[in-house]
């Protein structure tokens, strides 16, 4: 007989968010936090994304990033489609509690465009700043 | 006699946001998109704020990092009360204009609480992911 569903690990059976953590959460009018994908190794910053309770609690609970998407309202486990896997590493809640730092082990290209982050070739004109001025 | 005021460099005596610029930018419900920031040399990502298009057009024409708070209602040039100034090194907007990455030679620390980072010591607790799972 094959086995086709993901054996969960015991983590992923908690059916909601850790209440500390919940009660950590400042969330925006749709409830999301903003989360920031960072290369575990080389740091660049891959790309950002949102996540609601749930999504945090996979993303925590299974060593898979998901996201909520806010344009297709639906649970969204990075890869699942394009094999772009993001392995978590460590998942970090930032000081005032709107934003995470996930950093990830990112298979391939973090962007949907192909690009490995989703900010490369993209820079705008800025004037550089130094401290002497 | 002294003077005072602070002499805007060319760039900074536009008013507007680059029309360029403005046309690619995707704003919240609020009219802000998400500014992520990392130090330049290291690669830490320091913090994120928020920016409207007049935050990111002195952002962009003054070498100073500039958000919009949104507890303040204000704009809020980083560094002016806490001396922990952000210097622009290079701004780049995300493939689909909703995030800017913004790169920057951070003095002293990036947040409020006083550490570097806001994501320092605040790890939350995940499991990790790996390809052989």
Same mark, same amino acid.
């Given at each position: 007989m094959s086995r086709v569903s993901p054996t969960p690990s015991p983590l992923s059976e #908690?059916?909601?968010?850790d209440e500390g953590v919940a009660a950590r959460l400042k969330r925006d009018a749709s409830g999301l936090v903003c989360a920031v994908v960072q290369q /575990?190794?080389? +740091? #660049?910053?891959?790309m950002v994304g949102w996540m609601d309770d749930e999504a945090l609690r996979r993303t925590l609970t299974s060593g898979r990033v998901t996201f909520w998407s806010r344009s297709r309202r639906e649970y969204w486990r990075k %890869?699942?489609?394009? %094999? /772009?896997v993001q392995y978590v590493r460590t998942v970090a809640l930032d000081c005032d509690g709107d934003t995470l730092l996930v950093r990830v082990d990112q298979v %391939? +290209?973090?962007?949907? $465009? %192909?690009?490995? $982050?989703?900010?490369?070739? /993209?820079d705008l004109a800025a004037a550089q700043g130094h401290p002497d001025e």
């Open positions: #908690e059916p909601f968010l /575990h190794d080389t +740091a #660049e910053v891959l %890869g699942d489609t394009s %094999g /772009h %391939g +290209a973090a962007c949907h $465009t %192909g690009a490995r $982050t989703c900010f490369d070739d /993209h």
